[in-house]
């Protein structure tokens, strides 16, 4: 197993002797280091990934969101309208005396 630049990485079990074999083996040690070896590989796998992926990015064609010249003369007549209708609805509104008159006197 390659170590990947990991100063601690697993042991060559080849050049053990047996009894150094099963106590390294049984330790742990051994799945731990060779732990750190997958993950710094799937790590630098990961960035590989990273850097040579597209960026997401969403296409832009004329016309579709950007300066508009007319678009305040636009807003304005909508909210001129928006304003003829409201005033509109509120003159077919049947006339109410004012209800609080009497709550604060």
Not at 53 to 70: H, L, V, Y
Not at 85 to 92: C, G, I, L, V, Y
Request: aromatic share 8%; glycine share 10%; hydrophobic share 25%.
């Amino acid at each position: 197993m390659q170590k990947f630049g990991i100063k601690n990485g697993p042991v060559d079990r080849r050049r053990l002797s047996d009894q150094d074999k099963q106590a390294y083996n049984s330790s742990g040690a051994y799945g731990e280091r060779a732990q750190a070896v997958g993950r710094t590989r799937a790590f630098r796998g990961r960035r590989a990934y990273d850097a040579k992926r597209p960026i997401a990015s969403t296409p832009q064609a004329p016309g579709t969101g950007a300066f508009n010249p007319d678009g305040e003369g636009i807003q304005q007549s909508r909210n001129r309208e928006i304003g003829v209708n409201t005033r509109k609805s509120e003159s077919f509104r049947p006339e109410v005396d004012n209800v609080y008159k009497d709550i604060y006197n």
